[in-house]
């Protein structure tokens, strides 16, 4: 990583400020490429179990697959060998066999025997990966990066984007007719992080200005309404869904109540809007700053150590008591991310107490020396626990943990890396 280490405000004692603190990320980021790479399968990548296995049938996951790709092309970035071939794999598999040849856009996995797969809607959470890894895949010159960028982007502008609404729709049947009668926060946040991505890349600011409206509407309007707890299911006509997923807590993307790690998620993402926009256009609204200081204080306020150990929740009910009470690792990566950021634009002590804190505790219970990679979650007195996410399947949350705290906020993250690294 290329010295002085990019930040606008750091503390003197700063961990960010000590080079061995800086190697031991750069450790444990490569001992999670590596832990990944077997995840490898012949149409894409597939989820792996605790022991780094693959576990038959091992079918290869879109999602997973563009979250990899797009790892992977970055990782190829700086110079890693094994990278940029399984980046250029997860390229080939999404402009291949994990992409609807008929009507186009991508499965979530893909067609047997010529036939759809089960689940064959088109997702507006699986495509803003797609568009993610592709911008990814661009900046680091992987084959065909460019041109699965160009695919991307065409779908998701014309299908996915609501002018009218400034927000993403959530999901269409295969031949795109079917539009679901939802509006949600979790699909619409990743997709704040693919436009900015996108917007670096193709240098239209069209992309950043829908950033902004997105978060316009999800953080600055029903998040601030909310006293900064964000209500994440709405339908179509812009009804909060209250009891949405009452009888599925526990779903992975879905859940019901609130999620604390996406107010925290969504804090660095209104940093990181504040900085591209300051950075290409020398202005951004005023309210970003502090609309991601107040998610942040809130998504700890209401999740972290709710039950008296440490570590961030899943879920929280709408009177704020946790209702999943297990500590998915992207949580508190995200938690984490957010205090660096928040550190860097702020240069508060108490981010640096948030920001040691939270790595602590990954370090502590989250990194597996045993079997390698990070325990995908743990249970409410922190023992391991596969309720939501069983076995180790993602590398995208825990890895960007180990990077973006040494990134500038914008631009970002593949250009970052680039620009860093060159």
Known sequence: MAEPLPALMLPAASWLRLSPHRRWLDMQGQRLLDFSKPSRVAQGFAALDDDGNLSPPATADATLSARMTHVYAVASGRGLPGCG???????????GPLRDRVHDGWFLTPPTDGAQPEDARKQAYLHAFVALAASSATVAGVPEGRTLLDAALKVWEERFWSEAEGVFRESFAADWSDEENYRGANANMHSVEACMAVADVTDNPIWRQRALRVVERFIHTLAREADYVLPEHYNRSWTRLPDYHRDTPTDALRPYGMTPGHFVEWSHLLLK?????LRTQGNAPSWLLDDAVALFHRGMETGW?????????????????????????WCQAEAMTAAAALLKRTGHAQY???????????????????RGGWIQELDRNNRPSAVVYAGKADLYHAWQATLTPLLPLAPSFATAVSLLEN
């Open 85 to 95: 071939p399984l980046a250029a794999h997860g390229v080939a598999s999404l402009l």
């Open 273 to 277: 809007l504040e900085a591209a926009l």
């Open 305 to 329: 150590a709710r039950d008296g150990a440490p570590g961030l929740v899943y879920t929280i009910d709408w009177n704020h008591q946790p209702v999943v009470h297990n500590r998915p690792h």
């Open 352 to 370: 640096e107490q948030w920001y040691r804190t939270i790595w602590d505790y990954i370090d502590l219970y989250m990194i597996d020396r045993k």
